[in-house]
């Protein structure tokens, strides 16, 4: 069994920055995957950004250069510091990993961004 703890969300006002955090415990053998999608009310989940165990990253276009997704293999990690947010960035924000072709999903963090 896989868990994840997320923190780091909160309120902030437009402009500032944030740093979310995603601990990953439990029957871990090798993350192939891990990454961060958000969920806006009223509009379907979306990914933000995801990065491989060897390091390659992908962003969603709105976040790019605004964004950044980084680990740390050894503490089994993934952050997403969150620079000159916006309000339309208020939504819930989901961890999620692969292993093994397995997805384990994270329980969310709310992010507001006042303007």
């Known amino acids: 069994q896989v868990q994840l703890v997320e923190s780091g969300g909160g309120l902030v006002q437009a402009g500032g920055s944030l740093r979310l955090s995603c601990a990953a415990s439990g029957s871990i053998f090798s993350i192939t995957s891990m990454g961060w999608y958000r969920q806006a009310p009223g509009k379907q989940r979306e990914l933000v950004a995801t990065?491989?165990?060897?390091?390659?990253?992908n962003y969603a276009g709105s976040v790019k250069g605004r964004f950044t997704i980084s680990r740390d293999n050894a503490k089994n990690t993934v952050y997403l510091q969150m620079n000159s947010l916006k309000p339309e960035d208020t939504a819930v924000y989901y961890c999620?990993?692969?292993?093994?072709?397995?997805?384990?999903w994270g329980q969310g963090t709310q992010v507001t961004v006042s303007s």
């Open positions: 990065i491989t165990s060897g390091g390659s990253t």
């Open positions: 999620r990993i692969i292993i093994a072709l397995r997805m384990y």
